[in-house]
């Protein structure tokens, strides 16, 4: 069931942010329609849509009302069926994002709770007294009071955002009745939102600090997920679990076939190489010696370990990998390949992220008010209060807010992108004049064009979808390179993550190109060089 997955690629949609289609500058269901031939075009089977359920939109769609209906904003059930009927006729399934860790403070369950219903206040956690001094991941308390109750409720995210408490089986059967609602509609698979926060700590009197650092891989987790997907009967399906912050051990255990948990999982590790004393909110250079030692620990244990993973840059979390580890200027369109041949020749399911395969960049936003999200602005008013200057603090954000993964995506040179007939809910990148789908659809040697190579590669080689792999020593700590083999094939595969030349050395590989962002071939690597050699 797995090898399904092996040789597919995932896209993943923002769906406030990919296209309009009845000019309110949101964007929609039926706009995702209007653009699945274009999904199609890029050689992917699968396609993560993120939640469009009922939400009062605090967190942008991560804080469900109700997870049966679709928000207005988004569009109609009827838009929905005919948006998962029409990619199913074009070879498409849809994964719908499960937020299941907690729902809206506004869902039924909660307002049942706040109502004194004690059969509702056990769906949550609720406390007389406030067991820890806990962050909540967007700042303040992970733990809020109810005067009305005179109880205090855990919340690991904005207060909006009330955790469930799954040490309740009948939040168990709530949840899974969900997911067989979905599936009966026809989805082809799910993305679970911070599964493995899901079983909090038996002992809530842990010392303070971060929430999530307390309720990362709970005692329960592995029982939890394994009784969802079983009971539920979607192990045949592709489902993706977003670990926040997880473990090695944990990702093997999640993603082992035989545990019947989950197909595979995302981990954050290679994108906090940047976090200073790892913190998201305070910048340094990124560290490559720990971005390749984190690459090359997980592929090589995963693939040893019968795992599997997610692998990835870019998410509607995520600043735009192209300005984080590649260069938006002279050397764009080079990191920009660079970046996805290192990603798309690893041994996992890779996802895109709308726009990654354009190149789109950081919005580069110089006011507070151009800001969307409830994170990037909680941070402001942090980092104000941590002594940063207002420009220090817009400097910060700049390079770090989750909005950088949220402006519209770019699909024409026209009014607002091709986006919307209206002025869109948060600003337009004002480079989409330059990179947009309609401008690089014509170029043969555009970033579009060469991630649907890569995708295509996938589906062609074997060794590429299924070899194992071995990380190998350049000579040089900025030129990463590893190896696939299955049976007799080898692809070595060479990527230089500086602006400058780069010497290598101790690796030998004589072959045909399968794919490269260069022409012609140079002793030394050149800036951004990447390169896959199939050998024999
Ligand atoms: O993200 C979980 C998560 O860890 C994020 O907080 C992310 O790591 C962080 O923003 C990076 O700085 C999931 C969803 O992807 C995110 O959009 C939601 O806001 C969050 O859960 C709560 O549902
Ligand atoms: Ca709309």
Redesign the pocket.
Known sequence: MLDKYKSSTVYQIYVKSFCDSNGDGIGDLNGIRSKLKYIQSLGVKYIWVTPFFCSPMI?NG?DVSDYRNINPMFGTMEDCEKMIAEADSLGMGFMFDM?F??TSDKHEWFQRALSGDEEYMKYYIFRDEKPAEWTA?FGGSAWDYVPELNKWYLHL?APE?PDLNWENPKVHEELKDVIRFWKAKGVKGFRF??LNLISKPENLHQPSGAA?RFCKDGPRVHEFIRELVTDTGIEDMITVG?M?STTLENSIRYTKPENHEMSMCFS?HHLKVGYKNGD?FSLMPPDLKMLRDYFSEWQEKMSDSGGWNAVFWC????PRIVSRFGDEGQYWKESAKMLATFVHMLRGTPYIYQGEELGMTNAHFTSLEEYRDV?AINYYHILIERGNSESEALNVLSQRA?DNSRTPMQWTSGKNAGFSESESWIGINGNYTRINVETEESDDDSILNYYRKLVQLRKDYRVISEGSIKFLDSGNEKVFAYERTLNDERLVVICNFSNEDEKISGIDVKGKVLIGNYSGSHKIMRPYEALAILEG
């Open positions: 967190d991560y937020v860790n907690h991941s995210f955002q939102d911070v999530t977003e926040a954050f998201k998410n509607h979390d995520q994170e989750r």
